[in-house]
């Protein structure tokens, strides 16, 4: 089934590890994106990436990374984590950025950063 | 940069209908999106639109209106499955989108 998954589900981590959250998509999808989640401030957008090789910063890029060597894959890293970026985390992806592309989420990665 | 406003918390009973309000600041506009989103499960794409007017898919339709900045999503003949949280989101004239923090629709038979 076509669609979009994310690795792990879940990871309690201490703070100051480095963690990677993976992102991949097999609907051969431009454009990527990562969000956080917190309560009472809806999803926010992290980095993004309109097509392969290239990647951009959304509204609080700050702590993290992005790389996009494929069109598939799309990874999040924290450097050094820290309590605040305890959050759920979703990727999404998009055909295109325009006109009625909308995003596809995948199920998330919940971070609790100790 | 965008701040997008919508109501926290929403009652409405079996079969009846609600309306999910949505304004919006924009310095650019280039659509606006509804999503579902069910507890503990990633959110899902509901509606689009870009020019003024209502469009309809089924129990659900969404109205914009650019010079007011507003938009509603109607949902109609509520189920309990509608429980769930509505997003509003506006992308903008970087074609990225910026999220409401959601209005959380509970059903009750």
């Known amino acids: 089934i076509a669609g979009i998954t994310q690795a792990p589900t879940s990871q309690i981590l201490a703070a100051g590890r480095r963690m990677t959250l993976r992102c991949t998509q097999d609907?051969?999808?431009?454009?990527m994106y990562w969000y956080r989640q917190d309560l009472g401030l809806g999803l926010r957008l992290i980095h993004y990436s309109n097509t392969a090789g290239t990647t951009g910063k959304g509204e609080v890029p700050d702590g993290y990374s992005v790389s996009r060597a494929n069109t598939d894959d799309f990874p999040l890293t924290l450097a050094s984590a820290v309590p605040s970026q305890t959050s759920v985390y979703f990727c999404?992806?998009?055909?295109?950025?325009?006109?009625?592309?909308?995003?596809?989420f995948g199920p998330g990665t919940r971070l609790t950063v100790l | 940069g965008q701040n997008i406003d919508q109501p926290t918390e929403m009652t409405a009973t079996e079969g009846a209908i609600v309306q999910i309000n949505c304004t919006y600041q924009t310095s650019g506009f280039n659509g606006l999106f509804w999503y579902q989103q069910h507890a503990g499960e990633a959110p899902t794409f509901l509606s689009y639109n870009v020019l003024d007017g209502l469009e309809e898919k089924g129990r659900f339709s969404s109205f914009l209106s650019r010079s007011k900045g507003y938009s509603y999503l109607l949902l109609k003949e509520l189920q309990m499955k509608d429980s769930a949280s509505y997003l509003c989101a506006v992308r903008d004239s970087d074609y990225k989108l910026s999220f409401g923090a959601g209005t959380t629709v509970t059903v009750r038979a």
């Open positions: 609907m051969r999808h431009n454009a």
């Open positions: 999404a992806s998009s055909e295109g950025t325009s006109g009625n592309n909308e995003q596809f």
